[in-house]
C-alpha cells in the first residue's frame, strides 16, 4: 500500500468499514437505549487500518470547560443532595500513513463527561475517540426508523382491560436500586410510598412505575446540570 497517501488509504478504509451495530444498552428501565459501543467501533477499525497501513491516535487532549454540580432531588418531602462532576474535552485525533508518517489527518472531536463519581474523565475521552472513528471513516451505526413507515392504528392490538399483577423482577429491582444509586433517592420513603417492605416485594406495575419516576428524576438533574454548563459558557 506504499503508493497510497492518507487520503487514499482512508478512502479505501471507508469503503471495507461495515456497519457498527448498536450492541450498548445505555441507561436502565424503560428509558433505556441502544448506543454503538467503543468495543465494536475498534473490533470494525484495527483490522481494516491494519490491513491499509493507517495508524488512529489522539494526539493531544483539552480540558475546555470542567465544573462540580450539586444535584437536588427531593422525594416525600425529603431533599438530597449529591455532587457531580461535569467535564467536556477538545480531542485532536491523528490518521497517520505508517508508510509516511509525516502523512497525516488530524480530526479535532468533543466528548462529555458526567459521572457522580471519578468516571468523567473517562467517559469524555471514551466518547470523543468513538466518534472521531466514526465519523472520519464514516460509519454507519444501526437502522434509520425513517426508512420505514408506522403500521396502521387499525392494525395495533388494543391493550387488555384487565391487568394480572405479578412480582417484579430481579432486573427491575437492579434498576430501582441503580437509580436510587444515581439520584440520591430515598429508599425508606420509596418503600413507604409504594406500600412495600422491600423492594422485592413490588409488583412488575409499581417497579415500572418507580422506575418511570426515578429516571424523570434523572433526566431533570441532567438537564439542570447541562443549562447551568450553558449559562456559565454564555458569560
Do not use: W
Request: aromatic letters at 6%.
Amino acid at each position: 500500500m506504499t503508493e497510497l497517501n492518507i487520503y487514499q488509504k482512508m478512502l479505501k478504509a471507508t469503503e471495507k468499514i461495515n456497519k457498527v451495530a448498536k450492541n450498548l444498552k445505555v441507561g436502565v428501565g424503560q428509558s433505556q437505549y441502544k448506543a454503538v459501543g467503543e468495543a465494536d467501533v475498534l473490533e470494525a477499525v484495527k483490522p481494516v487500518e491494519i490491513e491499509l497501513g493507517i495508524y488512529s491516535f489522539p494526539v493531544s487532549r483539552k480540558v475546555i470547560d470542567t465544573n462540580v454540580f450539586t444535584v437536588k432531588s427531593e422525594y416525600q418531602g425529603k431533599v438530597t443532595e449529591r455532587n457531580n462532576i461535569f467535564l467536556r474535552l477538545e480531542t485532536v485525533y491523528r490518521f497517520v500513513n505508517v508508510d509516511n508518517p509525516t502523512d497525516f489527518i488530524d480530526i479535532t472531536t468533543y466528548g462529555d463527561g458526567f459521572d457522580a463519581q471519578d468516571k468523567a474523565t473517562g467517559k469524555a475521552m471514551t466518547y470523543s475517540d468513538k466518534y472521531a472513528l466514526l465519523k472520519a471513516y464514516k460509519i454507519e451505526t444501526g437502522e434509520d426508523t425513517d426508512q420505514h413507515i408506522s403500521e396502521p392504528i387499525s392494525k395495533v392490538k388494543p391493550a387488555p382491560k384487565e391487568v394480572k399483577e405479578v412480582p417484579a423482577t430481579d432486573e427491575q429491582v437492579a434498576d430501582i436500586k441503580e437509580l436510587i444509586d444515581l439520584t440520591g433517592a430515598d429508599t425508606e420513603a420509596l418503600l413507604k410510598h409504594y406500600e412495600v417492605s422491600s423492594l422485592s416485594m413490588m409488583t412488575d406495575i409499581k417497579a415500572n412505575d418507580c422506575i418511570k419516576k426515578l429516571n424523570q428524576k434523572l433526566n431533570i438533574a441532567l438537564e439542570e446540570a447541562k443549562g447551568e454548563v450553558a449559562n456559565e459558557n454564555n458569560e
